[in-house]
C-alpha cells in the first residue's frame, strides 16, 4: 500500500498505545480512588477528578463504570502510589510515579531500566528538589471563557496562566488545587485534565543526539505497566 500508507498506521498505532496507556493509568487513579474514598463520586473529590479526567482523555462510559466496579469488589487488588528518583543520560533529573500491586516488582523494573539506559537510581529527595509540585488544569480553549474568568481563577489560587491555540493551562499552587477544583465544580467547568504535577525548577539544555538519549529511557519508563508519569527538567 505504500510508504505514507505505513507512515500513517505507525501514526496510528502510536496514537493508540498513548490512548490505552492513559486508559489504564486513569483506570488505576480510579481504583485507588475508590479504595481511599468509597465508589459514589458525590462523596469522594478523588473520584471526581478521577472520572473527569477519564472524559477529558475520551474514556469510554462503560469502562469508567467498569473500573468503579473492580475497584469495589474486595477481590480487586489494591494499587500503592510510589515515587522514584534517578538521573537520566547527561544528568538529566528523573521523577517516575507508579501505581503498583507489587512495589518490590516495580522498583526492580525501574532500577534496570534505568541501568541498562544510561541512568541511575537515587535515594529518596536526591532530585526532587529540583521541582516544585504544583496543580495543573488544561482546558479547550473553546470551553473557557478567559477573559471573562481570569480574575476568579486568580481568586481561586492561579498562579500563571497558559494561553494556547489549542490549549490553555492554568497553573496553581501544591495547597491550591483542592481550592480551585472546588471552584471550577462550582462553575461547572471542566477541564481536559486536572493533576498535580512535579514542575522543573530550572530546565537543560542538550544537544538533540543526547536529548534522544535521554528520551529512549523516559520512553522505556513510561511503557512500564506500574510507570504512571515521568517528569524531567529536558528544556
Known amino acids: 500500500m505504500g510508504r505514507i500508507f505505513e507512515k500513517r498506521k505507525h501514526k496510528m498505532f ?11 493509568r486513569i483506570g488505576k487513579d ?4 475508590v479504595k481511599q474514598g468509597g465508589p459514589l463520586p458525590e462523596n469522594n473529590p478523588k473520584l471526581r477528578l478521577a472520572i473527569q479526567n477519564a472524559k477529558g482523555a475520551n474514556m469510554p462510559k462503560d469502562r469508567v463504570e467498569a473500573a468503579i466496579k473492580r475497584a469495589s469488589s474486595k477481590d480487586e487488588k489494591d494499587f500503592q502510589e510510589v515515587t522514584y528518583e534517578g538521573y537520566g543520560p547527561h544528568g538529566v533529573p528523573l521523577i517516575v510515579e507508579c ?3 507489587n512495589p518490590t516488582r516495580t522498583v526492580a523494573n525501574v532500577r534496570l531500566i534505568f541501568a541498562k539506559n544510561g541512568g541511575s537510581m537515587g535515594n ?7 521541582f516544585e509540585r504544583r496543580g495543573v488544569f488544561k482546558f479547550d480553549p473553546a470551553k473557557l471563557n478567559l477573559d471573562e474568568l481570569e480574575l476568579d481563577l486568580i481568586d481561586a489560587g492561579a498562579e500563571d496562566i497558559e494561553r494556547g491555540e489549542d490549549e490553555i493551562i492554568v497553573y496553581t499552587k501544591f495547597t491550591e488545587f483542592g481550592h480551585m477544583q472546588k471552584f471550577l465544580e462550582s462553575k461547572h467547568l471542566d477541564a481536559k485534565s486536572s493533576e498535580l504535577q512535579y514542575i522543573p525548577t530550572t530546565t537543560k539544555e542538550l544537544t538533540e543526539a543526547e536529548q534522544d538519549e535521554v528520551l529512549k529511557l523516559i ?4 511503557a512500564d505497566d506500574d510507570v504512571q508519569n515521568v517528569y524531567h527538567n529536558l528544556a
Request: glycine share 4%; proline share 0%.
Open 219 to 222: 520512553e522505556l519508563l513510561e
Open 30 to 33: 480510579i481504583a485507588i480512588a
Open 124 to 130: 529518596s529527595g536526591s532530585v526532587v528538589f529540583m
Open 14 to 24: 502510536a496514537r493508540f498505545d498513548r490512548m490505552a496507556k492513559a486508559f489504564t
Open 99 to 101: 501505581a503498583t500491586d
